[in-house]
Structures are given as C-alpha cells and as structure tokens.
C-alpha cells in the first residue's frame, strides 16, 4: 500500500484524451456498423490515427504529460496492450465474423480486462472503467435479447466519461 500512496501517474492527462477519443471513435463505428455492428474502417482508421496524433506526436505527450513513466509502468502498458492484441485476434480468427456480436463483445471484454494493467501507469480509476467496461461487455454477452448498440454506447460512454476525469486531474491529483 505504502507503493501505491507513493506512485506517480503522470500520463493520466494523455490517458484522459485518449479515452475520450476512442470512446467517440467506438460510438461512431457504431452508428456506423449496420450488420457488422461497428464499422471495421471507422474503427481500424480511427484508431490508427488517435494513436498517431495521440502518442506518436512528441508536442502533445510535452502538452498532456508531467514526467515519463516508470520503466516497470512502461512495460505493464505495453504488456496490457501486447496481450489485449493477441486475445483480440485470436477472437477474430477463431469466430471470425460469422456472428460479429460475439465478437464485438469478445473485443470490448478484452480491452475491458486490459485497463487492469494500465492501474500501475493511471492509478485506482483504471481498476474502476475495466470493472466497469468488463462488466458491459459480460452483460451483452449474456443479455443477448438487448440490441449489441445499447452495450456499444455504454463502453463509449464509460470511456469518455473516465476520459473527462483522467485530462481533468491536475499534477496533486496525479500523484494520489
């Protein structure tokens, strides 16, 4: 415990962004899915381009950030974003899209679970949107009678709503 009251998140602003981009990006591709439920182009190019402007333009992370990471946060990131890809294709490839509400949901469920690695880099309030997130994404899988767009609209809702909190925290917020 007495680590934890002593980490540093100083990527929570960037992190903050970033939710409320992909969030926006998820819900679009959602509006935007007719059969395939979220639109494979908005997703892919809207998440290629997020990240590029994101975390691939050096003035932005200097804008958003108050310091680098940690090594040990930098690689359970890169962990948590190695291991989110893998269980994502591997749900791709073994479902494919024969029925692209599983998968859809499979995807939300791993990148749910994959916030639980990014607690070491963004503090507490990570743990609460993979709870959150996991938790949709396990309910649409259940509740299969409810429209696969009211769980799409949540994730995204629950992402830019963390998104607001995390680029709202302040440096003395970061550090509790």
């Known amino acids: 415990m007495e680590a934890e009251k002593n980490a540093v998140y100083n990527n929570q602003r960037m992190a903050g962004v970033w939710l409320i981009y ?18 494979p182009f908005v997703m892919g190019i809207g998440f290629c381009v997020g990240y590029f402007l994101i975390f691939g333009l050096p003035f932005v992370g200097r804008k958003l950030s108050y310091g680098k990471d940690t090594k040990f946060q930098q ?4 962990l948590s974003v190695l291991l989110s890809v893998v ?3 591997i749900a791709g490839i073994v479902i494919g899209f024969e029925d692209a509400r599983l998968v859809w949901l499979l995807i ?7 916030f639980f690695g990014f607690y070491f880099s963004q503090g507490k309030l990570m743990l609460l949107l993979g709870i959150l997130t996991t938790l949709n994404a396990l309910a649409g899988l259940w509740l299969v009678h409810m429209p696969f767009l ?11 709503g963390f998104g607001i909190k995390f680029l709202s925290m302040k440096r003395e917020d970061a550090a509790a």
Not at 27 to 32: D, K, R
Not at 108 to 114: E, Q, Y
């Open 87 to 89: 269980l994502c294709t």
């Open 22 to 39: 992909i969030g926006t990006v998820i819900l679009a591709a959602a509006f935007l899915g007719g059969k395939l439920l979220i639109q």
């Open 150 to 160: 009211f769980f799409a609209v949540m994730d995204s809702v629950w992402k830019i």
């Open 108 to 114: 939300l469920l791993f990148i749910g679970l994959h």
């Open 75 to 78: 690689r359970m990131d890169n």
